[in-house]
């Protein structure tokens, strides 16, 4: 057994804060003190409490005067894209068949979907991410590659073999049965092992038949305690070619809603250009809209209602996501930075506490995982990060005029990324390193 006890200041969420004064929205702590046993977060509160429950020589870290915050979670990204981010000029299908296909055929090579899951976790960490709803390469390797890699760091992840059976080249298309044969192989093997999750994940549904998508709901009946992940709503292109291939479907969301792919654990990326019908659709199954501002607004797909979904008389839950590699940063600092200007253009506002909210319960609830991480609450996985508001010359500086907690944290979204994040504990264990390609 293994206890460590953090010294910082710590903050954690209750519920959504309705405004900056929502002083009962959160849990803060000037001088905080976290109880680690092995895994676990054993004890929370003030320092001078947590420290009478510890042990003589139980090891002691001093993180003041930054921040402990539960890790961020990325509720939608793409592991195989690493080497597809930043590239240039186009939108969603030109850039899929440009880029992402071709660069997605690479992962046939078990060896290669290793060494990219490997970097990609790496890269997860050490921006402070320690649980990711992740997209793997159609190729049942690279699924094995990523869950290895997850397992062996001990993190809690959601990840899928990609189904696609169509309308892409032939180095990443399966066919209805095989999608179906690999994904049942991969939950025997990996779903509950240690802290994997396993997400049923047709990747859209130009690119899965109609007969794929009937697999896809196939398993989504065998395995109702599973995710489903996939994309929606993204671009206009998107929809009409969608629509063209699926007549019969009323709209997008339909589509899905037919083979039996809606419910609390189906997590739908983008969402952008829904109509009241689907929203209503995806609010009364409890599905989830996943906002990924930073793709969207690099591949020009649109703007994203955040407030209206959530203002709704029907509201719709809501995570945040990277979406690397249409995403242009694997921070969540940076992406709810971009989500804030993504809901500024839309007239609105996302103050600090409910964007850090977002990135931690928010996201966890979204995900139905709150019971084990997005908290510091005693008894929840020891997933935590270590913020420093001060990590660069124009950050310290800026902090010189920042007086409140909520003026630090709009500070940390403003100007911060990896360069704030100090240290982060996965599971307990210290494990940020500095990423070795
Ligand atoms: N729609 C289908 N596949 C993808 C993908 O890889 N990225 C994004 N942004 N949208 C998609
Ligand atoms: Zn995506």
């Known amino acids: ?71 961020f979670i990325d509720a939608h990204a793409h592991f195989p894209q690493m080497q597809v981010i930043a590239s240039y000029g186009a939108e969603l299908l030109d850039w899929l068949n440009t880029y992402t296909f071709p660069e997605e055929t690479k992962f046939q090579n078990a060896q290669h979907g290793r060494r990219v899951a490997r970097l990609f976790l790496d890269e997860m960490v050490r921006h402070g991410t320690t649980t990711v709803a992740a997209y793997c390469s159609v190729h049942k390797e690279s699924a094995e590659a990523f869950f290895a890699e997850s397992h062996h760091r001990n993190m809690l992840n959601i990840a899928g073999k990609v189904m696609m059976d169509r309308h892409a080249p032939e180095g990443v298309l399966d066919t209805p049965q095989s999608a179906y044969d690999d994904s049942k192989a991969l939950i025997a093997e990996w779903h509950g092992k240690g802290r994997q999750h396993y997400a049923i994940t047709p990747r859209f549904a130009i690119t899965s038949s109609p007969e794929q998508l009937e697999m896809a709901g196939a398993l989504c009946r065998e395995h109702p305690d599973l995710h489903m992940q996939t994309h929606l709503s993204e671009n206009h292109a998107e929809i009409a070619f969608t ?167 709009f500070l940390l979204q403003t100007l911060g990324d990896d360069r704030a994040v100090r240290e982060v504990y996965v599971a307990g264990r210290a494990a940020k390193t500095d990423m070795a390609v």
């Not at 046993?37 to 003589?56: C, H, L, P, S, T």
């Open 1 to 71: 057994m293994t206890s460590t006890l953090l010294r910082g200041r710590t903050l954690s969420f209750l519920r959504w804060p309705e405004t900056v004064d929502d002083h009962s929205a959160w849990l803060y702590e000037d001088d905080g003190g976290l109880l680690l046993r092995d895994d676990r977060i054993v004890a929370a509160g003030a320092y001078a409490e947590v420290e009478k429950k510890v042990d003589e020589g139980v090891k002691k870290i001093d993180h003041r005067p930054h921040l402990l915050l539960p890790g």
């Open 243 to 409: 629509l063209q291939l699926y007549p019969q479907a009323s709209d997008y969301t339909d589509v899905y809603e037919h083979y039996g792919l809606l419910g609390r654990k189906s997590l739908f990326g983008h969402c952008i250009h829904l109509s009241e019908r689907e929203a209503d659709a995806l609010s009364e199954t409890g599905s989830v809209a996943v906002f990924c501002p930073t793709s969207n607004l690099f591949l020009g797909s649109g703007l994203f209602d955040y407030q209206r979904y959530r203002r709704r008389e029907k509201p719709l839950r809501i995570a945040t996501a990277t979406d690397v590699g249409g995403g242009t940063n694997y921070s969540m600092l940076r992406t709810m930075d971009e989500g804030y200007k993504v809901i500024a253009l839309n007239g609105e506002k996302l103050n600090p506490f409910q964007s850090f909210w977002q990135l931690t319960r928010g996201n966890a609830e979204a995900l139905s995982i709150v019971e084990r991480i997005g908290t510091l609450d005693r008894g929840s996985d020891a997933d935590i990060v270590v913020l420093d508001a001060r990590a660069t010359p124009a950050m310290r500086l800026r902090m010189e005029t920042a007086d409140t907690l909520a003026e630090e944290l």
